[in-house]
Nanobody, 125 residues
Framework: QVQLVESGGGLVQVGGSLRLSCASS????????MGWFRQAPGKDREFVAS????????FVADSVKGRFTISRDNAKNTLYLQMNSLKPEDTAVYYC??????????????????WGQGTQVTVSS
């Protein structure tokens, strides 16, 4: 069982920035492709960004392209999401997720088998 713990969420004004972190104690963290998803109230969970185990291959949703950056530090077993130029529509609970080792990054929610508990991001106008 892969345990993932998100942090870094909070309340921020429009145009502001936040950096989310997702920490894992799993010693195989560096072998997992990872992703960020979000779920706004009353909406389905949606893809935000995904990275391969090495960080060499990255997918980013069109809605956040140019504003959000996914990265990872395998030495620290941590995944990051840098969010800039935040908009009210970015308000959601943000989840990190891991794929089975050996599989590449994905935009599909069902491809990820391990999830964190989520962290709330609220962007006020």
């Amino acid at each position: 069982q892969v345990q993932l713990v998100e942090s870094g969420g909070g309340l921020v004004q429009v145009g502001g920035s936040l950096r989310l972190s997702c920490a894992s104690s799993d010693r195989f963290f560096s072998t997992y492709s990872m992703g960020w998803f979000r779920q706004a109230p009353g909406k389905d969970r949606e893809f935000v960004a995904s990275t391969s185990w090495s960080g060499d291959y990255i997918f980013v949703a069109d809605s956040v392209k140019g504003r959000f950056t996914i990265s990872r530090d395998n030495a620290k077993n941590t995944l990051y999401l840098q969010m800039n130029s935040l908009k009210p529509e970015d308000t959601a609970v943000y989840y990190c997720a891991a794929r089975t080792p050996g599989l590449g990054p994905s935009r599909a929610l069902d491809d990820f088998g391990f999830w964190g508990q989520g962290t709330q991001v609220t962007v006020s106008s």
